[in-house]
Each structure stands twice: as structure tokens, then as C-alpha cells.
């Protein structure tokens, strides 16, 4: 299905569960769920980054892949906005990255300075969002998460559905 591809670490979108235990015959993974999606997790490493790696899969097809930074290692919100800048600056090397952070209580929007005071009290979500091919990315950085995910063309209309039957 890939034709010399990847889109997420060795895999292509609509690889299945089985092509995932291939590729990645020694590695242990967590299984879950989320509404219509099976979530398959490991530990592993982003530009020396400690994170989860989830693989997230819709009928047996792969759609989406996942970096969730470890929160445990994290002395406060400076290191977390410093995994975020570096893993940033990576993304940027590679793809056209837009910045759309959104900001809940602007008190510190001009004050680069206490950028992680107001992560650290939610009052801003970073934001950045770009394209390879047919793969959307997003990397995000708010109070409770960090989270930068690759996801294909299917995951996107599984995430609008899910948005338009919330309301």
C-alpha cells in the first residue's frame, strides 16, 4: 500500500495492526480506545525527548500517529515550552509550520517573557499546524497536554464527524 512511503516512523496510512507488529516485532504496546479508533502505545524517544508513541487505527487501517511528551519529567512549565521550542524548531527544518496559538486570558500576550506562567495557568494553548502530502500536523502545547500528531486525510474526517456529532 505504501509504494516506498512512510508517513509515521516506518509506516504508511491504511497499514494495518499486523503490518505494525512487522515492523515493530520486539516492541511492547499498550492497547486502548477511543470512541471508533484502537490506540496502540509505546515508549520511546523524540530528538531525545521522552515520549509516548501511539499509533491510532480506524477499521484495522492506521490513520494517525502520535509523540506525547512524559509530563513526569517536567520540573515546571519552562522545560515543557523548552521540549515545545525544540521539537518546533525540528518541524520547522522540515515542513511550513503556521502558528495559531490561542489565547484564552491575554494578560501575558505581550510578554514573551511569562510565556510559561501562562501556559502553566491555561491562559494560552501554543498552537502550530502544517501539511506534508496528504499528512496534517499538529503540534500543541497547553496547561495539561503536549502533544504533536501526524494524521492522514481519513483521520481528519473522523475528527470532523466526531466534532459535528458533539453537537
Do not use: C
Amino acid at each position: 500500500m505504501s509504494f516506498g512511503q512512510t508517513n509515521f516512523r516506518k509506516m504508511s496510512w491504511g497499514d494495518s495492526v499486523e503490518d505494525l507488529k512487522k515492523t515493530y516485532p520486539e516492541a511492547t504496546f499498550e492497547k486502548g480506545s477511543e470512541g471508533e479508533l484502537d490506540i496502540f502505545v509505546q515508549e520511546g524517544n523524540l530528538i531525545g525527548i521522552e515520549v509516548f508513541i501511539a499509533y491510532v487505527f480506524y477499521e484495522n487501517e492506521l490513520v494517525a500517529g502520535t509523540y506525547m511528551p512524559t509530563l513526569t519529567g517536567y520540573a515546571n512549565s519552562k522545560d515543557r515550552l523548552r521540549d515545545f521550542y525544540s521539537i518546533s524548531n525540528r518541524l520547522n527544518e522540515k515542513y511550513t509550520m503556521e502558528r495559531e496559538d490561542n489565547w484564552v486570558d491575554t494578560t501575558y500576550k505581550d510578554d514573551p517573557n511569562s510565556l510559561d506562567h501562562a501556559i502553566a495557568t491555561g491562559d494560552v494553548i501554543l498552537v502550530e499546524m502544517g501539511e506534508a502530502g496528504d499528512t496534517k500536523i499538529i503540534h500543541n502545547l497547553s496547561k495539561g497536554e503536549h502533544y504533536l500528531i501526524y494524521g492522514s486525510t481519513k483521520w481528519v474526517e473522523i475528527k470532523k464527524r466526531e466534532q459535528k456529532d458533539d453537537f
